[in-house]
């Protein structure tokens, strides 16, 4: 299903192992979207943080800050649509703020955190549609362990069911944008074509009216 003339941002979103880059990957070839991916591979930082996450959680939420809205910049420039991989809203209002309450971050580096990225929104807006992958603690740890990065494999249980509180508090409370939630969980869209059908057919009605709401 080629959709290009239509321009819009949509944002996958979920916590670590959630299936984030599987479905942007799947639904930008799906519907002709140009995808854009988290600097995770190629990300100075993230292995020493997973080592010393005290020390370098500053270093490293501000190069992801960086890395994202330089892809925001150039996404409100492309002629066609974007699909990302993680949002920069998940990256403040999840990850930057499960880092500043288990006390990770000094009082300082917050605030002056929280202060750039607050003139950051005043030229970002909102993605046009954010899918939000919802997944137990058990079903992200299952994921991680069979991509076998080294540096995810030492991950605290702790620390993904702080992350998977603050996504649930973001995606009720914080977020005031167009939210879509799926239940990982129960599904297997990258296997199952009958799955992927059920989340494509919910986009078609939320982006373009093609079906009658449930």
Known sequence: MQTKSIVMHIVIAGNIGSGKSTLTRMLAKHYGWTPRFESVDHNPYLEDYYRDIHRWSFNLEVYFLKE????????????????????????????????????????????????????????VK??????????????????????????????????????????????????????????????????NPADFARITTRIDRLLFGLFPSE
Not at 167 to 189: A, N, S, W
Request: glycine content about 4%; cysteine-free.
């Open 68 to 123: 994202r809205f330089r892809d925001l910049l150039q996404i409100s420039q492309s002629a066609g649509t974007i699909i990302q991989d993680r949002s920069i809203f998940e990256g403040v209002y999840v990850f930057m703020a499960n880092n500043k309450a288990m006390g990770h971050l000094s009082d300082r580096d917050y605030d002056t955190y929280m202060e750039l990225f607050e003139q950051m929104l005043t030229v």
């Open 126 to 191: 909102l993605p046009d549609l954010m899918i939000y992958l919802r997944a137990s603690v058990a079903h992200l740890v299952g994921n991680i362990q069979k991509r076998g990065r080294d540096y995810e494999q030492t991950m605290q249980l702790e620390y993904l069911e702080n992350l998977n509180n603050r996504y649930e508090d973001f995606i009720t409370r914080q977020y005031k944008g167009r939210v879509m939630i799926v239940e990982k969980d129960d599904i297997d869209f990258e296997n």
